[in-house]
T-cell receptor
Framework: AQSVTQPDIHITVSEGASLELRCNYS??????LFWYVQSPGQGLQLLLK??????LVQGIKGFEAEFKRSQSSFNLRKPSVHWSDAAEYFC????????????FGSGTRLSIRP | SQTIHQWPATLVQPVGSPLSLECTVE??????LYWYRQAAGRGLQLLFY??????ISSEVPQNLSASRPQDRQFILSSKKLLLSDSGFYLC?????????FGPGTRLTVL
């Protein structure tokens, strides 16, 4: 069965430091992979997505993610975080359902240290 | 461009009262639509999805139901709310293999 694991529940990073959020998936074929961000009390905003092609994907707000098939991972990175990046981040996998359903990880909460 | 709306933004309801949450999409036709619930500090749980008018699929047996009376309208309902129905309800629509989310409705059942 398809699943997504985000092993880090909460991460704190200093402003200006680099960031990497981990995501591992379980899927029998080439998945569609997504990262979404959720600010408190808000809906989810799509940061980036991977369907095929170049395994390094650029997204909005300076984020990027790298698809590694051998490791079943799709980690999110940012070279230098800003205080406004504090939010909840969700990794998701899709492409397995005719109804276009996607499965979400449990999320990683990012806090920024001044 | 496409826009998704959810109404109301917040709702406080007593246990046993009925519920109706509305989601509407503008700028597209016959979209796939989805209802998710997010409990406090938790991930997203898919509740219902719809691939067309009158077509509803339930993912989790529960106290809630969904309807799609019009092409771009998706409604989440309950006849009698439970305390466990509290949470953040998100509607989403689908385009080119990606789901896009509305702003959400915060439901508190007291």
């Amino acid at each position: 069965a398809q699943s997504v694991t985000q092993p880090d529940i909460h991460i704190t990073v200093s402003e200006g430091a680099s960031l990497e959020l981990r995501c591992n998936y379980s899927y029998g074929a080439t998945p569609y992979l997504f990262w979404y961000v959720q600010s408190p009390g808000q809906g989810l905003q799509l940061l980036l997505k991977y369907f095929s092609g170049d395994t390094l994907v650029q997204g909005i707000k300076g984020f990027e993610a790298e698809f590694k098939r051998s490791q079943s991972s799709f980690n999110l990175r940012k070279p230098s975080v800003h205080w406004s990046d504090a939010a909840e981040y969700f990794c998701a996998v899709g492409g397995y359902s005719s109804a276009s359903k996607i499965i979400f990880g449990s999320g990683t909460r990012l806090s920024i240290r001044p | 461009s496409q826009t998704i709306h959810q109404w109301p933004a917040t709702l406080v309801q007593p246990v046993g009262s009925p519920l109706s949450l509305e989601c509407t999409v503008e700028g597209t036709s016959n979209p796939n639509l989805y209802w998710y619930r997010q409990a406090a500090g938790r991930g997203l749980q898919l509740l219902f999805y719809s691939v067309g008018i009158g077509q509803i699929s339930s993912e989790v047996p529960q106290n809630l139901s969904a309807s799609r009376p019009q092409d771009r309208q998706f409604i989440l309902s309950s006849k009698k709310l439970l305390l466990s129905d509290s949470g953040f309800y998100l509607c989403a629509w689908y385009r080119t293999d990606t789901q896009y989310f509305g702003p959400g409705t915060r439901l508190t059942v007291l």
